[in-house]
T-cell receptor
Framework: DVKVTQSSRYLVKRTGEKVFLECVQDMDHENMFWYRQDPGLGLRLIYFSYDVKMKEKGDIPEGYSVSREKKERFSLILESASTNQTSMYLC??????????????FGSGTQLSVL | SQELEQSPQSLIVQEGKNLTINCTSSKTLYGLYWYKQKYGEGLIFLMMLQKGGEEKSHEKITAKLDEKKQQSSLHITASQPSHAGIYLCGADKTGNTPLVFGKGTRLSVIA
């Protein structure tokens, strides 16, 4: 069964801490994505990557960075966590291309609370 | 940027009833994806529509894309408790671009 695995389901951090959210996929997908999901705002794209060592800013990249040293792993970094980064973080991966072939596969999410 | 409006925001239906969720775009869609999310979990792919007028079904769920490719509807027939969750539509703007999502419709099915 294909999988996108996020390292933690729940995480509690303090303001100012550096936070790493890890995501690993076993489908040899080229594309990987980080979204955050907030009530009333839906899913918003933070960063994405179409290849190893490549990254692109999404709609809300401020306060975040990413790392993709290996094809299967895409890490989201909160340089200095703030309370407004309390959210559900969802990682996804896909094949390049169009149509059903490029559908997103999502991880189970990480609920991050910043106190 | 492309916006997707979903309606209704939430829905409570009695088990066995039919329901429809709508997703409307401000621009012509290249592709429209429907996902389901169980509370506190990741999204599960349901269907993808690409051609104007296209319709697809999976078990008791049917999705349609209108001819102008700006509106999609998701219809559930004879709803069951297992259908409960959040339904999200996602749009591909031009092909191979990150999906933009609507805010979701929260469905509850009561006995």
């Amino acid at each position: 069964d294909v999988k996108v695995t996020q390292s933690s389901r729940y995480l509690v951090k303090r303001t100012g801490e550096k936070v790493f959210l890890e995501c690993v996929q076993d489908m040899d997908h080229e594309n990987m994505f980080w979204y955050r999901q907030d009530p009333g705002l839906g899913l918003r794209l933070i960063y994405f990557s179409y290849d190893v060592k490549m990254k692109e800013k999404g709609d809300i990249p401020e306060g975040y960075s990413v790392s993709r040293e290996k094809k299967e792993r895409f890490s989201l970094i909160l340089e200095s966590a703030s309370t407004n980064q309390t959210s559900m973080y969802l990682c996804a991966s896909s094949q390049p291309g169009t149509g059903t072939r490029s559908k997103l596969f999502f991880g189970s999410g990480t609920q991050l609370s910043v106190l | 940027s492309q916006e997707l409006e979903q309606s209704p925001q939430s829905l409570i239906v009695q088990e066995g009833k039919n329901l429809t969720i709508n997703c409307t775009s401000s621009k012509t869609l290249y592709g429209l994806y429907w996902y389901k999310q169980k509370y506190g979990e990741g999204l599960i792919f349901l269907m993808m529509l690409q051609k104007g007028g296209e319709e697809k079904s999976h078990e008791k769920i049917t999705a349609k894309l209108d001819e102008k490719k700006q509106q999609s509807s998701l219809h559930i027939t004879a709803s069951q408790p297992s259908h409960a969750g959040i339904y999200l539509c996602g749009a591909d703007k031009t092909g191979n671009t990150p999906l933009v999502f609507g805010k979701g419709t929260r469905l509850s099915v009561i006995a």
